[in-house]
DNA sequence: ATATATTATCGTAATATTGCAATGAAACAA
DNA sequence: TTGTTTCATTGCAATATTACGATAATATAT
């Protein structure tokens, strides 16, 4: 069906399959590396840096935007995005919840 | 088209986004969580536990076991499965280094 | 006004993902 | 053997994702 039944999971596996569904292509863990490592970016950089076509790599950035980790601001001709940065640390906080679960020792495999 | 065009990419890039993507799905997130939860485990009780179909839940668990995150040992009838800590130790650092990246001042946004 | 540059949106094609009914396979019990 | 239990696999339908050409929208420059 293609379609997850987010109603029968709380709304904090909702939230964390979500993030990680961002991270779950490799052009939008490139796009956000980019912004980490330059802070400052607009969108042609990106087009150039990655080797998508510009459609494709707006797309991965609504995305993001629509998630809230990227946010752009409107500068001339261009369009400046960068690292939400309140989200972002928000949303490592949810994932490392999840990541850093601890392993007790009486497994069975 | 469906495709990501992983060539284009790194390695590392490629790496974080498969793993993202094994838990951009809530129900692959609530079986982690259940398995850290009771350590041992058999399919049946995800069955139950989660709400989908058998078939469903095999088929994420088939995902999770091809990623190596988690590993199933047959027991009789049932299988046990449980985290792969080694994989899941490895994992964690590869998303903690991109999770944890420094975000500097001299945002424009 | 016209041209240029930059980004967003639309439309479409190809592929992937999700979910489940039906069925198969393997181990065990009576 | 025959049935039971448990999990895997197959086959299919519905939906989602990815990519990009064409085009629109906006701001700036000449």
Redesign the interface.
Known sequence: MGL???E???DE??K??MF???????????I??HL?KI??CICGDLVSE???AQPTISQHLKELKNLGLI???V?GTSV??????DN?SN??DI??Q???????S????
């Open positions: 997850a039944k987010t029968m999971f709380t596996q909702n964390i399959s990680a569904k961002a991270f779950g292509h490799p052009a939008r863990v490139a956000l590396q980490f802070d400052t990655i080797g998508l946010k752009g601001n500068e400046c995005y960068c690292i939400d940065k972002w949303m490592k994932m490392a999840f990541l850093d679960q601890d392993i007790s009486n497994s069975c495999c």
